[in-house]
């Protein structure tokens, strides 16, 4: 049965941080590629980060390039998003996401609540 299980969201204060987790299980991880989407309510769902399964390579939005940082640890089954420097601008629905070509797969985590506030 396949799993991603999200943690790490929660309230913080502008120019903290937050490490956000997806621990995933029921499928070859490390074939597949992890993005991290937010969304914030009357707004568009957004691609923050991404890294390939195999080589690592990395990308980011450009509203997050500097702060946030995603990696992935393919013997714990999990990818990170570190997130430093929050902007209330940053307050979403954080989901990962799983996916590979040929053939076609994808799966998505249930979302966890990130918060930025003072």
């Known amino acids: 049965q396949v799993q991603l299980v999200e943690s790490g969201g929660g309230l913080v204060q502008p120019g903290g941080s937050l490490r956000l987790s997806c621990a995933a299980s029921?499928?070859?991880?490390?074939?597949?590629?992890m993005r991290w989407y937010r969304q914030a309510p009357g707004k568009e769902r957004e691609l923050v980060a991404q890294?390939?399964?195999?080589?690592?390579?990395?990308n980011y939005a450009d509203s997050v390039k500097g702060r946030f940082t995603i990696s992935r640890d393919n013997g714990k089954n999990t990818v990170y998003l570190q997130m430093n420097n929050l902007e209330p601008e940053d307050t979403a629905v954080y989901y990962c996401r799983a996916d590979r070509s040929g053939p076609y797969r994808e799966y998505w985590g249930q979302g966890t609540q990130v918060t930025v506030s003072s």
């Open positions: 890294i390939s399964g195999r080589s690592g390579s990395t």
């Open positions: 029921g499928f070859t991880f490390s074939v597949y590629a």
